[in-house]
T-cell receptor, first 115, second 110 residues
């Protein structure tokens, strides 16, 4: 079974530029997450989707971040404009169904450096 | 105060030693508990879930103390390959949202 696929793996951009990350979850997983992980810290949830619906986006900085999950499968996370503090790893994850008993699987992450 | 806290380490122990990590959580509504392992520049991967009665998987033992609101991970007979960052994670009942600690970095030395 293929895992969570993310692209690009690495991105270096200048501040104030836009950037987008793409995620393809594990087939059949209807819950999708975007986490951000800063160096030396644990992942922090940005947004969670159940199918097409964003059910938890309370920690998404909505002034510059946006996300979408059209058709309830692939998802994109966009930052516009990027700031120096956005340098981090952006992890996409997915799980089958909802409820605390479902294992969450992570992709390898998209490493963003803003210069 | 962070919702989930861990000692960041680093822990440096010799091969074959026993090492233990603790993780405290502040939300008493937390119902599901996990340990994840994260290798350098890789994604977190589920190591084991933590059950109320405690559970063991080979050299790894996880314990939950609800009264004191902490979970622990014990690694016996540590191997060089156990070197990684160990992240604890908790979620509330019915909530498919994991809150992670900052991770504890472990290095096993030959």
């Amino acid at each position: 079974e293929a895992g969570v696929v993310q692209s690009p793996r690495y991105k270096i951009i200048e501040k104030k530029q836009p950037v987008a990350f793409w995620c393809n979850p594990i087939s059949g997983h209807n819950t999708l997450y975007w986490y951000r992980q800063n160096l030396g810290q644990g992942p922090e949830l940005l947004i969670r989707y159940e199918n097409e619906e964003a059910v938890d986006d309370s920690q998404l900085p909505k002034d510059r971040f946006s996300a979408e999950r059209l058709k309830g499968v692939d998802s994109t996370l966009k930052i516009q404009p990027a700031e120096l503090g956005d340098s981090a790893v952006y992890l996409c994850a997915s799980s089958r169904g909802t409820g605390g008993g479902n294992t969450i699987y992570f992709g390898e992450g998209s490493w963003l450096t803003v210069v | 105060r962070k919702e989930v806290e861990q000692d960041p380490g680093p822990f440096n122990v010799p091969e074959g030693a026993t090492v233990a990590f603790n993780c405290t959580y502040s939300n008493s509504a937390s119902q599901s508990f996990f340990w994840y392992r994260q290798d350098c520049r890789k994604e977190p991967k589920l190591l084991m879930s933590v059950y109320s009665s405690g559970n063991e998987d080979g050299r790894f033992t996880a314990q939950l103390n609800r009264a004191s609101q902490y979970i622990s991970l014990l690694i016996r007979d540590s191997k060089l390959s156990d070197s990684a960052t160990y992240l604890c994670a908790v979620s509330k009942q019915g909530a498919q949202k994991l809150v992670f600690g900052q991770g504890t970095r472990l290095t096993i030395n030959p």
